[in-house]
């Protein structure tokens, strides 16, 4: 059974760009939910997708959006970039439905360095 | 005050040596608790899911919930270099927000 895939593994941005992350769920799960890592933060919650709709959301600027595609493909997007984007980006997928939506399964991230 | 606290470590132990790592939280809401590893440059990997209060064991991996004291543990018995990783504690309710809170992480290293 195939895992959780994010595209890219590594991006490098200049500040003020935008930029756009993919993440393909394990097959079955309806719910992908997105992460910002970084070594000062940890693991922080941007957003929850399931069913193509936005059901929960972190404490982020409204300069970070995603959207979810009726096969449950995920993607974000970080508009004007700044120095303080640079992170690994974690996308979890799960069932979403009842207790099967805490059990989360992650991808391996995208790197994003913003220079 | 952080809703989950974790011990960033390092914590060094020889091969073979039980390995506890803990996590405290104070939200009353939460449920479901769960146990990551993360190596480097890679995403967490799940480890240990339980429900409420209690003891969960898998091969090598113990996990103990106590709601009652709000504390969470992982042991692994007979460590191996191969476990040498960070283990992130991370707990979530079916309330609310439905994200996971994640601890710090713990920075294990088992020397060969």
């Known amino acids: 059974k195939a895992g959780v895939t994010q595209t890219p593994r590594y991006l490098i941005k200049t500040r003020g760009q935008q930029v756009t992350l993919s993440c393909s769920p394990i097959?079955?799960?309806?719910?992908v939910s997105w992460y910002q890592q970084t070594p000062g933060q940890g693991l922080q919650f941007l957003f929850e997708?399931?069913?193509?709709?936005?059901?929960n959301k972190g404490n982020f600027p409204g300069r970070f959006s995603g959207r979810q595609f009726s096969n449950s493909r995920s993607e974000m997007n970080v508009s004007t970039l700044e120095l303080g984007d640079s992170a690994l980006y974690l996308c979890?997928?799960?069932?979403?439905?009842?207790?099967?939506?805490?059990?989360?399964?992650f991808g391996q991230g995208t790197r994003l360095t913003v220079v | 005050q952080k809703e989950v606290e974790q011990d960033p470590g390092p914590l060094s132990v020889p091969e073979g040596a039980i390995v506890s790592l803990n996590c405290t939280y104070s939200?009353?809401?939460?449920?479901?608790f769960m146990w990551y590893r993360q190596y480097s440059r890679k995403g967490p990997e799940l480890l240990m899911y339980?429900?409420?209060?209690g003891n969960k064991e898998d091969g090598r991996f113990t996990a103990q919930v106590d709601k009652s004291s709000k504390y969470i543990s992982l042991f692994i018995r007979d460590s191996q270099p191969s476990d040498s990783a960070t283990y992130l504690c991370?707990?979530?309710?079916?309330?609310?927000?439905?994200?996971?809170?994640f601890g710090s992480g713990t920075r294990l290293q088992v020397q060969p």
């Open positions: 997708y399931f069913s193509e709709t936005q059901r």
């Open positions: 979890a997928s799960s069932l979403g439905q009842g207790a099967g939506n805490t059990e989360a399964f």
């Open positions: 939200n009353s809401a939460f449920q479901y």
């Open positions: 991370a707990m979530t309710h079916l309330t609310g927000r439905r994200a996971l809170t």
């Open positions: 097959s079955g799960h309806r719910s």
């Open positions: 339980t429900y409420s209060s």
